[in-house]
Each structure stands twice: as structure tokens, then as C-alpha cells.
């Protein structure tokens, strides 16, 4: 499979390439030459399959033979070692919880793919890489657990001190070995600029072999089609396919899942659920593209003013406006619908949704409203954990630790201090 940038200027490039870039150089995205179509065989036998042949028969076409069979198995095997389970709330609404890896989000799908792909491609290449991150709070958790022990590739993360929460910072701070957090005495901003200039810095671009792993990278997007067929496979009623709405930002979660449904994944309709960072509500309504500043909400891994893979989703239907509508609608959901919805939830189902998971459920309902002989699947991205400061004001109650971050909560965090100054940045990464 070959990949070509989105703005056209740049060569094509094979899965390698383009894992190892992560951006064209044109500064655009990659995306696939062809689309694949599934074997039949997959959609109406698919409760024979195991996950891991899932997500084997979904992903092969895209990788083709640049990582042998028995490499991507183990992959993919230590890219899905957790549930996904399809959970039915009422009658018509179901929530796909996509929490149940090490960071609790659905980034650990992408993250633990594209870690583990990169640290494949380097082995080849004898080089040792650094992945240099900023992170608000979400991403960098799954980042770090992802590339935690990979062998060649070291990765330091900056973080804005005091402005993540304080499972996100267990999170990023608790690993060690190949994973380095560094705690800036600034904002996220500060971290994303001193990241920006490392990567423009050309003297240190020589002595050290950077990359990002940000949500544009195929590796890190295209694994996250694995998720749909799984609910697709626990999906009770084959004869009507479900209604999907996910929780949306930066559109890397629902533009993987329209690939799956191109490439013949049965799905009734999309719901884009927004908050109140609404550009493509509004693209939807006027055919008009305007990105915006973000704005600040309670689903804040969403607050996304102008969302990368949107180019993407314009190439999934050939820049045909009226087949993107045809497949998928948009709901801007507010502050305040996403606290009620949360409440109603908890008190008339006893099911504890994070604001994320609310403005996916919400969104759902208000379609599901219109259309109501169809039902649907939300998708929930988060465990409410994560985001317990603003989920207990509102249930007035204190939410439970899992299982799995009771150990978490234990360890010590271990981060670097640093100033917003990009001298002494440069002169940490130089001594490594
Ligand atoms: C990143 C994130 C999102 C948004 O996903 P996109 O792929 O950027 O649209 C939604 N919910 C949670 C909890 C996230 O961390």
C-alpha cells in the first residue's frame, strides 16, 4: 500500500515511510492509494473470528509485507490485550467502552499500535529515535505507556505543571526507563512551542532522530477501525446495523471508523458528537469550513478548533459534500446538557458516563429521537475516573477506582522541572 499526502506535492511514500514521518513534508496528511475492500467472508461469518483475526484481516491490507505476518500478530495481540465491551444502557442506546486499557482512553489502541510499528522500524534501521511530545493531559499517558519498554525508542514528554489531573499525571510521571516527563512551569502552550522549536532546530535535528507521535500518524489512526468490527461482532440485530456516535476533536476516532465503513463495515449512519468547539456542526449545515479558536469545556480531550483529519474525512468521500451528509450528521452538545445528561444517566440507569462518553450519548439520543425504529452505539472514550473533578459536583458522590490504577495511585511521581526556555530544553535533550 502506498500513501499520499493530502495536499498533493509530496511523493508517496509506503507504510514505513509514512510511520516514520508522520506528516508529508508538504505538511500534509497521508492517507491510503486505495481503499480496501473486505472479504465478505469477515462481515457475515464475523462471530467466528477472534479479535485478534479482526483486526489481522482489517489492518494486513495497509501494512502489507513490510512487517512480516508473525511480527504484526504480536503486534496486534499486545495492541488489543483488553475487553471492549458492548454494554446496553436502554432500550435503543448501547456504549462501546473503549477504557479498558492501561491509560483508561481509547488512545491506547493507536498509541500501543504505532509504538510498537516504530520500534519494529528502527530495529531495521540501527537508529535509536526520541519522540518528544506536549501533552493537556490525555495523550501523553497514552504515549508514554505505549512506547514504555521499546526498545531503541526513548520518549520525553512535556506537561504544563500543575494542569493535569492527578491520575493523568501519575500517569505520565510513574514509568521510567525510555520514558522521561518533563514538568514545565508554564502552560500547555508553553510546552507545544518549545516542542515546535525542537523540531525546527536543524543542529539538533542532526545529532538526534525526533519524531512525534501525534494523532495524525497512519499508525496511530488506522488501528482504530479494530474497535467497530468489535462492536459490529457483539451487535445483537445483523439485520439493522447500528447508529455510531462518537465523541469528537481532533476527527482522527470517527474518520477511522468511516475507512471501516468504506471498506464494507455495516453502519446505519455517523453522529459527529461535538461540544461546543462546533466547526464541523457548522460545515455540515452550511457547506463552509470555517476553523475557530478553540473553546474551553468540561469534555476538554475535544476542545478542538480546527481539527486535523478533517481533510481526511473530505478524502473518504472524494469531496463530495452530499455523500459525507448522507453518511454522517452533527450535534454541537453544551456545558450544560453534558452535567444533565451525565446526572439523568446515573440516576434513571445507574451507568456513570464521562463528560466525553455524555456528549457522545446525548448526540445519539437527539438522532435516535428523529429516526426512532433505529438504535445505536455511542462510544465511550474515557473512564469517568479520569475526569472525577468534574464528575463528582455533579453525581455528588465520589467516583470508584478501577482495579487496574489502584497501583497507580501508590507510586511515586518522578518528573524533570523545568523552565519555559528553550536553551535549557535543548541542552537536556543534547546530554541524553
Ligand atoms: C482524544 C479524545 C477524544 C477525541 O478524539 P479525536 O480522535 O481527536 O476526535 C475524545 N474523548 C477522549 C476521552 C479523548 O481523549
Not at 440485530?237 to 468504506?262: E, R, T, W, Y
Not at 473553546?295 to 478533517?310: E, H, K, R
Not at 459525507?324 to 439523568?344: A, C, F, G, H, P
Not at 457522545?360 to 472525577?388: C, D, Q, R
Request: proline share 4%; aromatic share 10%; with cysteine.
Amino acid at each position: 500500500m502506498l500513501y499520499y499526502s493530502t495536499n498533493h506535492t509530496s511523493p508517496k511514500v509506503n507504510f514505513k515511510e509514512a510511520t516514520i514521518r508522520g506528516q508529508a513534508p508538504d505538511k500534509g496528511l497521508y492517507f491510503p492509494d486505495n481503499i480496501p475492500v473486505l472479504p465478505r467472508g469477515l462481515i457475515e461469518n464475523i462471530n467466528s473470528y477472534s479479535k485478534e483475526e479482526i483486526a489481522q484481516t482489517v489492518i494486513h491490507p495497509y501494512v502489507g509485507d513490510e512487517i512480516s505476518k508473525a511480527k504484526l500478530e504480536k503486534i496486534i495481540s499486545e495492541t488489543i490485550n483488553f475487553e471492549f465491551p458492548l454494554v446496553k444502557i436502554k432500550e435503543n442506546i448501547f456504549s462501546l467502552e473503549l477504557f479498558h486499557g492501561p491509560t483508561l482512553a481509547f488512545k491506547d489502541v493507536g498509541a500501543r499500535f504505532m509504538s510498537r510499528c516504530l520500534g519494529h522500524f528502527v530495529k531495521d534501521e540501527n537508529k535509536k529515535v526520541t519522540v518528544l511530545i506536549a501533552t493537556s493531559g490525555d495523550t501523553g499517558g497514552a504515549v508514554a505507556n505505549g512506547f514504555y519498554n521499546v526498545e531503541g525508542v526513548d520518549v520525553i514528554i512535556l506537561y504544563p505543571s500543575g494542569k493535569v489531573s492527578s491520575v493523568q499525571e501519575l500517569q505520565l510521571t510513574t514509568l521510567g526507563k525510555n520514558i522521561t516527563a518533563l514538568e514545565v512551569n508554564g502552560t500547555f502552550d508553553d510546552c507545544q512551542q518549545l516542542v515546535k522549536q525542537a523540531f525546527a532546530d536543524k543542529e539538533l535535528n542532526k545529532k538526534l532522530f525526533l519524531t512525534s507521535a501525534n494523532s495524525i500518524n497512519v499508525a496511530r489512526w488506522l488501528p482504530q477501525q479494530f474497535y467497530y468490527f468489535f462492536a459490529y461482532q457483539q451487535w445483537q440485530d445483523k439485520g439493522q446495523a447500528p447508529v455510531i456516535s462518537v465523541p469528537s476533536g481532533n476527527f482522527g476516532n470517527i474518520c477511522a471508523g468511516l475507512l471501516a465503513h468504506k471498506s464494507g463495515l455495516p453502519v446505519e449512519h455517523f453522529i459527529a458528537a461535538c461540544n461546543a468547539n462546533d466547526v464541523i456542526y457548522d460545515y455540515l449545515k452550511t457547506e463552509k469550513y470555517m476553523p475557530k479558536q478553540s473553546i474551553a469545556t468540561l469534555s476538554n480531550a475535544m476542545d478542538v478548533g480546527n481539527p486535523s483529519n478533517f481533510v481526511r474525512i473530505l478524502e473518504i468521500f472524494e469531496q463530495q459534500f452530499d455523500s459525507l451528509k448522507n453518511v454522517m450528521s452533527s450535534y454541537s452538545i453544551s456545558d450544560e446538557e453534558t452535567r444533565s445528561t451525565l446526572k439523568e444517566v446515573y440516576l434513571n440507569t445507574n451507568y456513570l458516563l464521562d463528560p466525553h462518553g455524555a456528549v457522545g450519548y446525548l448526540a445519539l439520543e437527539k438522532y435516535l429521537e428523529e429516526h426512532n425504529n433505529l438504535k445505536g452505539i455511542f462510544l465511550e472514550t474515557a473512564h469517568p475516573v479520569k475526569f472525577y473533578d468534574v464528575v463528582e459536583p455533579i453525581i455528588n458522590q465520589a467516583v470508584l477506582i478501577p482495579e487496574a490504577i489502584k497501583g497507580l495511585l501508590k507510586e511515586k511521581k518522578k518528573s524533570i522541572k523545568m523552565e519555559v526556555n528553550y536553551s535549557a530544553l535543548k541542552e537536556y535533550l543534547l546530554s541524553k
